[in-house]
């Protein structure tokens, strides 16, 4: 997708303001006193032939008022609320208090559509457990239209995938985020939970593809591997998976590689393969320090004059010595009581 597709379908200039509002305890107290008097005045309009006073008393405590407390909205600690006004972004509710915004507004989230309604399994005779349901589902759905702006976490299933080598492995990451925009999170993406869930996977298999699970050979120290470079793949992750989701105002916190291991059909050739070069690298050390030890011996011999040896002797002796520093087992020695020759 080029530049102009994701500026059809994103819009890069849409910024949070914050909604007019104003305290809401204030607000409900004179709305109490409000519906008080146009009940009295309703009553007394009537019981006194003032019909017209009556009837717009009595519409001002039937419409008026209750529209009135469909202003007032309470918040808590990291929390907010997208309102929308006849279709249009009206602000953004932010903080925690008691507060009243016009009526009129509406509260707009569309990751609140995907409440579960499972839990109406209720027997259709049982009217009661079914109401409470319902009332129950009416409230997941008023709390879900609130978005939440704590750090949270999103834990993806773990995958399976090719990395540069060719090699099939499985890895999972642990991703942490937040809302940091919360207008592009509403009304740029249908379901920005999701929307992040998804490129995740892709930057995760965008990554893995571009280094090797295991740097083996001359170039250990110079090439970055998953297992090896995690802090670097880690960086190189979270800036992969930000640039995805800029376009719906979340902000990535950390990214950190949680599972990482060969796929079940070449993990045990891998095993064998990690035990063969373990075996390698110390038969290496070993006969590297052999090697030293046995010219250690000799230049000590030669120094103190403590025997003198001819060539062949001396091949003899260093033959042994390798035996015994480089063998398995411990040497039996073998004692010559006779001549040296």
């Given at each position: 997708m080029d530049k102009r597709e994701n500026s059809a379908v994103y819009d890069p200039n849409l910024e949070e303001k914050n909604a007019p509002a104003v305290g809401g305890m204030?607000?409900?107290?004179?709305?109490?006193?409000?519906?008080?008097?146009?009940?009295?005045?309703?009553?007394?309009?009537?019981l006194s032939a003032y019909t017209a006073l009556g009837v717009c008393a009595l519409v001002a405590a039937c419409f008026v008022c209750p529209m009135i407390f469909c202003g007032l909205k309470i918040l808590k600690p990291k929390e907010a609320l997208v309102l929308t006004l006849f279709g249009k972004y009206y602000g953004t509710l932010k903080g925690p208090g008691f507060f009243f915004v016009n009526p009129l507004v509406s509260a707009f989230n569309p990751s609140s559509n995907d409440t579960t309604t499972g839990n109406l399994t209720a027997e259709p005779t049982a009217s009661a457990k079914i109401g409470e349901q319902s009332l129950q589902i009416g409230l997941n759905i008023r709390r879900k239209q609130k978005i939440s702006l704590k750090t949270m976490t999103l834990n993806n299933d773990k995958q399976k995938i090719n990395d540069l080598l060719g090699n099939p492995i499985i890895i999972g990451i642990v991703v942490i985020w937040k809302v940091a925009n919360t207008?592009?999170?509403?009304?740029?993406?249908?379901?920005?939970?999701?929307?992040?869930?998804?490129?995740?996977?892709?930057?995760?298999?965008?990554?893995?593809?571009?280094?090797?699970?295991?740097?083996?050979?001359?170039?250990?120290?110079?090439?970055?591997?998953?297992?090896?470079?995690?802090?670097?793949?880690?960086?190189?992750?979270?800036?992969?998976?930000?640039?995805?989701?800029?376009?719906?105002?979340?902000e990535i916190v950390e990214a950190q590689i949680t599972?990482?291991?060969?796929?079940?059909?070449?993990?045990?050739?891998?095993?064998?393969?990690?035990?063969?070069?373990?075996?390698?690298?110390?038969?290496?050390?070993?006969?590297?320090?052999?090697?030293?030890?046995?010219?250690?011996?000799?230049?000590?011999?030669?120094?103190?004059?403590?025997?003198?040896?001819?060539?062949?002797?001396?091949?003899?002796?260093?033959?042994?010595?390798?035996?015994?520093?480089?063998?398995?087992?411990?040497?039996?020695?073998?004692?010559?009581?006779?001549?040296?020759?």
């Amino acid at each position: 997708m080029d530049k102009r597709e994701n500026s059809a379908v994103y819009d890069p200039n849409l910024e949070e303001k914050n909604a007019p509002a104003v305290g809401g305890m204030a607000v409900m107290l004179l709305n109490i006193l409000l519906f008080i008097a146009a009940l009295y005045l309703a009553v007394w309009g009537f019981l006194s032939a003032y019909t017209a006073l009556g009837v717009c008393a009595l519409v001002a405590a039937c419409f008026v008022c209750p529209m009135i407390f469909c202003g007032l909205k309470i918040l808590k600690p990291k929390e907010a609320l997208v309102l929308t006004l006849f279709g249009k972004y009206y602000g953004t509710l932010k903080g925690p208090g008691f507060f009243f915004v016009n009526p009129l507004v509406s509260a707009f989230n569309p990751s609140s559509n995907d409440t579960t309604t499972g839990n109406l399994t209720a027997e259709p005779t049982a009217s009661a457990k079914i109401g409470e349901q319902s009332l129950q589902i009416g409230l997941n759905i008023r709390r879900k239209q609130k978005i939440s702006l704590k750090t949270m976490t999103l834990n993806n299933d773990k995958q399976k995938i090719n990395d540069l080598l060719g090699n099939p492995i499985i890895i999972g990451i642990v991703v942490i985020w937040k809302v940091a925009n919360t207008a592009k999170a509403v009304f740029n993406v249908d379901n920005y939970t999701e929307f992040l869930s998804i490129q995740c996977d892709s930057a995760l298999r965008n990554t893995v593809r571009l280094y090797p699970y295991d740097i083996t050979g001359e170039n250990m120290d110079n090439e970055k591997s998953l297992r090896g470079s995690s802090q670097e793949i880690a960086g190189k992750l979270k800036e992969e998976i930000q640039s995805k989701v800029n376009a719906a105002g979340l902000e990535i916190v950390e990214a950190q590689i949680t599972h990482l291991a060969y796929a079940p059909e070449i993990a045990a050739a891998m095993l064998q393969r990690q035990q063969a070069s373990a075996v390698v690298d110390a038969r290496q050390m070993i006969v590297d320090g052999a090697v030293g030890m046995v010219e250690m011996a000799l230049s000590k011999l030669n120094e103190k004059a403590i025997v003198h040896l001819d060539e062949e002797r001396k091949a003899a002796m260093v033959s042994n010595l390798l035996v015994v520093l480089c063998g398995n087992k411990d040497a039996q020695p073998i004692v010559n009581s006779g001549s040296l020759y």
